[in-house]
């Protein structure tokens, strides 16, 4: 489909001028259509078509997964989740509706996304789990699962489930030994300009660690380019030779939006590291977006992502982060001589006293954190000693880790919770 490209490190783009224009061309109406497609599906339950019965007909598919919607989906909602997520609480009110369809319609089109039509059994209304809400009992999963494959099953049928807007697979290169630049440890360099008209591009780059079942990614970061890029939801896949592709199981960056001016610092997603659970090593790798395009200037969104804010917790870090993160990790992370360690994480001042100096540390050490699954966060992943990673330090035993973990995830879920 659309050429994604993959360079080594500085060695040029691998695919033809020509062809990556024949791929444009052949793909533009597709790409346009994708971008517009929750648009659309909206549009449809507005019109009420199901309840009035006039106006457009619905296919066949469309009709089955809003019956679905009605008998399994709405009931279990109903039942266990409806009661915070109906209202009162904007944020999180996927919910909301007066009727069976336009509770539909919200929760589909909910930013951020919480279903997920390209990756079902990812869709967050899933894999959240117990939270102050509960977990999904197995057969309610199942339940939501089929109206969510129904859904994506009539959106393939009428065009808008289009998958257009992601790379081609390609084989990540990995790092079996040594700092991200080395020959043993290559940068890869995923290169997404093929994706809007005549743009100048951005790249996501990233260091792959093999681990046994699983690939592991640090320095996953992206580059605005000349043009600058404002990128919504990635989501990577892992793509076998044979058999079915496998999306992040967390759809981890649901919620991520990227707006970066040219010229911008590149800027870590979702904090820069993260394990891929089943992402076999020898897989390829796919990248699929909600939507791709150039920096957008608009108005109360300036560069940035979100949910890469500032430190609201200070008062926490400093009481329970700050003291381990200096005894265990300052001697490299805060340490001019060691541009890799603070390229990887900066915790320069780390030993200071003043607030003004820790607000920036605890910045850069938040920017870190998976929101989505916290124990996948980048600084408690490098040290772990079960995880293996090569970073330079691992704690001498388990509990070592543990005792580090406990401490720094005091203001760790502080942050969560005042996201
Ligand atoms: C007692 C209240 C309550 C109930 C019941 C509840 N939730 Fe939540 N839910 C919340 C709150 C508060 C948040 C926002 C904070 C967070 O993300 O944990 C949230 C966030 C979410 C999100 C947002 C996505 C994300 O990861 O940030 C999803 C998805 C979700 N809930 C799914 C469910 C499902 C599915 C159910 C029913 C099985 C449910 N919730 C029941 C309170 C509730
Ligand atoms: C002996 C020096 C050293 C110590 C001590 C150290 N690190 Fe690192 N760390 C590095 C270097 C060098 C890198 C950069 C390697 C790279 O770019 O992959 C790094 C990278 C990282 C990364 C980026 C992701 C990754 O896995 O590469 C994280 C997160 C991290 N360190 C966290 C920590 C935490 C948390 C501690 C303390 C518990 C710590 N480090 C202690 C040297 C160290």
Known sequence: MLGGLIANKGTGALK??????????????????????????????????????????????????????????KPVLDTSCASCHSGSDPTVAFLQGANPMEVREKLM??????????????SRLLTKGAHSGPSLLATQASDLLEWISAERDAANVTGNGDTSLKTEPFTPLLCTAGVPGDPTC??????????????????????????????????????????????EHPLFVSVPLDGQPIPDTLDRYFDVKINMKAGDEPQPIGGGSAAFINFTPGNRLAIHFKVVDRYRDEGGMGGGITGATGCKKLAEFKANAKTPLQNS?????????????RGAMDITGVNATDDATLQNVCNQVRTRINFTDTNQSGFFIAPNPAQGTNHPFKFPAQGNFDTFKAAVDVWVQAEKTAQ
Not at 109 to 122: G, H
Not at 197 to 217: C, H, M, N, R, T
């Open 186 to 231: 290559p940068i890869n360099l995923v290169d997404i300009s093929s994706l809007v008209e005549g743009w100048a591009g951005a790249k996501i780059k990233f260091v792959a660690q093999p681990l046994s079942q699983d690939l592991y990614l640090t320095n996953l970061a992206i580059e605005g380019g000349t043009e600058g890029v404002y990128l």
């Open 16 to 73: 033809s001028r020509k062809a990556m224009l024949d791929t444009l061309m052949r793909h533009l109406p597709m790409v346009r259509l994708s971008v517009g497609a929750f648009v659309a599906l909206a549009l449809v339950g507005c019109s009420g078509l199901i309840d009035d019965g006039g106006g457009e007909t619905l296919t066949a598919e469309e009709q089955a997964a809003r019956t679905l919607f009605s008998q399994k989906a």
């Open 329 to 341: 990790c300052g001697s490299c992370h805060a340490n001019a001589g060691n541009a890799n360690a």
């Open 109 to 122: 089109s909910f930013d951020p996304q919480v279903v997920n039509l390209e990756a079902p059994t990812s």
